[in-house]
């Protein structure tokens, strides 16, 4: 396609955050997301939607967005309710909306979903506005509804082999930690780990839960004069100390 095209990017954020997290244990990968929808054209609009506030691990990966210059639009749920509303989809549907009306040179959309409530969407800017379509997602989750709609389906491709975590290195990592250091933490060994070893933080977050579950450390709380601390801890330290 030629280059004097213009394309917007549109990213579910939740869709992709927790499918890569919960079924492959894996980050994502954003420079993916803008190397493809460069492929159509120059990147005018780039956004991605989540409810930050639903979960601490999807506001910790925010930032990989931002190295990638992805606005991150935090869609925050109505918390007022009994039962908290999620608005990302309304908050993704009126940013495509509000961008093919204001944006009239804008000719891909490339929208980063699995979700089948964006059919519509999909559709009428396909067949109403004339608009080239991408759908991106990841294989098997994806609405069948999706591939009827768009112009075009791309399945990322998933390496969740990559750069596995070392059991036996990870437990000598934080056992030297705990000894060296007075405060560790759950979050800040997984950031330093990942960051030290050249690992996804997500699969490092895994492996260190499952150290956890399996009582090869622990987590208790440390009172400090700022505040209370859940640390972690080796047992027969925790126990020797207490």
Same mark, same amino acid.
């Given at each position: 396609? #030629?280059? =004097? ?6 990213? /579910? ?16 990968? %954003?420079? $993916? ?12 609009? #780039?956004?991605?939607? #989540?409810? @930050?506030?639903?979960? $601490? =691990?999807?506001?910790? !990966? ?11 639009? &935090?869609?925050?749920? &109505?918390? +007022?309710?009994?039962? !908290?509303?999620?608005? +990302?989809?309304?908050?993704? @549907? ?10 009239? /040179?804008?000719? +891909?959309?490339?929208?980063? +979903? ?10 009428? @800017? ?12 990841? %294989? ?41 250091? %007075? ?7 997984? !950031? ?7 690992? /996804? =933080? ?11 579950? $399996? ?6 709380? $440390? ?13 027969? @330290? !925790?126990?020797?100390?207490?």
């Amino acid at each position: 396609m #030629a280059k =004097e095209q213009k394309v917007a990017l549109f990213i /579910d954020f939740e869709y992709l955050f927790f499918t890569l997290c919960n079924q492959y244990g894996v980050s994502p990968r %954003p420079e $993916e997301l803008i190397r493809i929808a460069s492929e159509y054209g120059e990147l005018k609009v #780039a956004k991605a939607f #989540a409810d @930050l506030a639903s979960s $601490e =691990e999807l506001r910790r !990966a925010a930032y990989l967005l931002r190295t990638q210059s992805i606005e991150m639009v &935090d869609a925050a749920a &109505d918390r +007022t309710r009994e039962r !908290a509303k999620n608005y +990302t989809d309304f908050a993704m @549907l009126d940013a495509i909306y509000g961008t093919y009306l204001d944006q009239e /040179d804008i000719n +891909t959309f490339v929208i980063v +979903t699995g979700d089948g409530h964006f059919s519509s969407v999909v559709a009428r @800017l396909r067949v109403r506005c004339k608009k080239n379509i991408v759908v991106v997602g990841l %294989p098997h989750f994806i609405n069948r509804e999706l591939y009827q709609s768009a112009s075009e389906v791309r399945e990322l491709a998933v390496d969740a082999d990559a750069a596995p975590v070392d059991r036996d290195d990870l437990v000598a990592f934080v056992t030297n930690s705990i000894h060296t250091h %007075p405060f560790v933490t759950f979050n800040k060994t997984v !950031a330093i780990y990942s960051k030290v070893r050249q690992v /996804d =933080e997500v699969a490092v977050r895994k492996a260190l839960a499952t150290l956890i579950d $399996e009582g090869i450390f622990i987590q208790v709380i $440390e009172h400090t004069p700022q505040a209370d601390v859940r640390v972690l801890k080796i047992p027969t @330290l !925790a126990v020797a100390s207490s």
